[in-house]
């Protein structure tokens, strides 16, 4: 069972993404799957959610997003341009008019001194339009970094300045 918090920011998005007759899309890395399953588990997402992608290895996302080999290689998963390349692709394999994506180091390893457990990134983008992308730095477990990026990116799309045309 979703906790209240989630459930309400879940409601919040569909309202939002329904008043503008907007459809969402998701690409996850990270928190694999979590923003998909905390959006359906909302009744009538499906007017509003079109699908998730879970993209964890690189593999996966050069597969099923497109993204760059060179892009992976130059910055690595945890980038914001990795993140930006995964919108991209998301928005290319989908309906959806708005796509997000996600991508961090959750812990308790894999934390570099350039990239240490708790960053995130995180991009934003609509169809005809621009990508906006941001890093934040959550503390916590595992699981505490996790649903902090799921909220993140739920509320950046109700809050980020997403680009308005190309």
Known sequence: MMDRELAALSAETGTWLGA?????????????GWIAEVVTATAGSSTWFDCGFVTYSNEAKQDLLGVRAATLADFGAVSEETVREMVAGTLARSRADLALAVSGVAGPGGGTAAKPVGMVCFAWGRREAGISSETRHFSGDREAVRRQAVIRALRGIMTYDLPVGR
């Open 20 to 32: 503008r007759g907007m459809r969402l899309a998701s690409a996850e890395s990270c928190t694999g």
